[in-house]
């Protein structure tokens, strides 16, 4: 049986980010530009830091930030 997974809403990513450049945001939100990159390009799922880093320095809920999906 597959294990869930998470993907990023890209809609509210590109909302937060607010025009500023991608390096800067994911200053912001604690994790390195690379990490950022690849969640944004799907190479990658969004982790704990990620999650946190978004919701404790941007008005967002996590269920607007991630959405669970089937493997």
Do not use: C, Y
Request: aromatic residues 6%; charged residues 25%; without cysteine.
């Amino acid at each position: 049986m597959a294990k869930p997974t998470l993907i990023v809403n890209l809609e509210t990513l590109e909302r937060l980010r607010n025009e500023q450049p991608w390096g800067v945001f994911a200053k912001q939100i604690g994790i390195d530009g690379s990490t950022l990159s690849r969640v944004r390009n799907g190479k990658s799922k969004p982790g704990p830091e990620f999650i946190a880093g978004v919701v404790t320095n941007f008005p967002v809920r996590m269920e607007d930030l991630v959405t669970v999906v089937a493997a």
